[in-house]
């Protein structure tokens, strides 16, 4: 089974610093999603980033970018020019493209930008 | 993106009643549908996925009995929370996909219900 790991329960940034969430997970697939969440204190899940596991190519979204690193099976989020409204939860999820496609979570990294 | 609603946002039940949350896609047909809870300040935990007209496939160590759910249209799934404990309280959060075009199909989240049992 896969499982996704967020080692930063919590973090906590100056206004426009830049800020990278980490997270990394255990799979034997070779084909996969990552994905990076936000859910503010509204409690609405919001897609961020989508990175394809058979691309090399980091994705990059306006001001989120990701690290990834397949062979260390590692999936950063950089956040730069950080905002309050990047204020939130953040959560790491891996899906298998097979099946149901389910998505599995990590444990969140809770995000505070101080102004 | 797409839609999905859910109702009701919140809700207060007492003891040994049940609840009937819905999930809807507003713009798209969902061909499947998932239940997930949230306690406090923690993940998402699945409970169970849904594909319209089919039977719900229950996560381990989620009770079928008690989290009926049902998909019964491209557009609209429910979780009845039945006989409803004070341990059931929580935050449901529904999300929805649909039809496959490429490998990949992406989850649209519903904005939550957070029930509360007395």
């Known amino acids: 089974a896969q499982t996704v790991t967020q080692s930063q329960p919590e973090m906590s940034v100056q206004e426009a610093e830049t800020v990278t969430l980490s997270c990394t997970y255990d799979t034997s697939e070779s084909n996969y999603y990552l994905f990076w969440y936000k859910q503010p204190p509204s409690r609405q899940m919001i897609l961020v980033i989508r990175?394809?596991?058979?691309?090399?190519q980091n994705a990059t979204e306006n001001r989120f970018s990701v690290n990834f690193q397949k062979a260390a099976k590692s999936f950063s989020l950089k956040i730069s020019d950080s905002q309050l409204g990047d204020t939130a939860m953040y959560f790491c999820?891996?899906?298998?493209?097979?099946?149901?496609?389910?998505?599995?979570f990590g444990q969140g990294t809770r995000l505070t930008i101080n102004p | 993106g797409a839609v999905v609603s859910q109702h009701p946002s919140r809700v207060i039940c007492k003891s040994g009643t049940s609840v009937k949350i819905e999930c809807r896609s507003l713009?798209?047909?969902?061909?499947?549908m998932f239940w997930y809870r949230q306690f406090p300040k923690k993940s998402l935990m699945l409970m169970a996925t849904?594909?319209?007209?089919?039977?719900?496939?229950?996560e381990q160590g989620v009770e079928k009995d008690k989290f009926l759910i049902n998909h019964a249209s491209l557009t609209l799934s429910t979780l009845t929370v039945t006989s409803a404990h004070p341990e059931d309280s929580s935050f449901y959060i529904c999300?929805?996909?649909?039809?496959?075009?490429?490998?990949?199909?992406?989850?649209?989240f519903g904005p939550g219900t957070r029930l509360t049992v007395l």
């Open positions: 713009d798209f047909q969902a061909t499947t």
């Open positions: 999820a891996f899906m298998k493209p097979q099946g149901a496609q389910k998505l599995v």
């Open positions: 999300s929805a996909s649909g039809s496959r075009e490429s490998s990949y199909n992406e989850q649209f």
């Open positions: 990175q394809e596991a058979y691309k090399q």
């Open positions: 849904s594909n319209e007209g089919s039977k719900a496939t229950y």
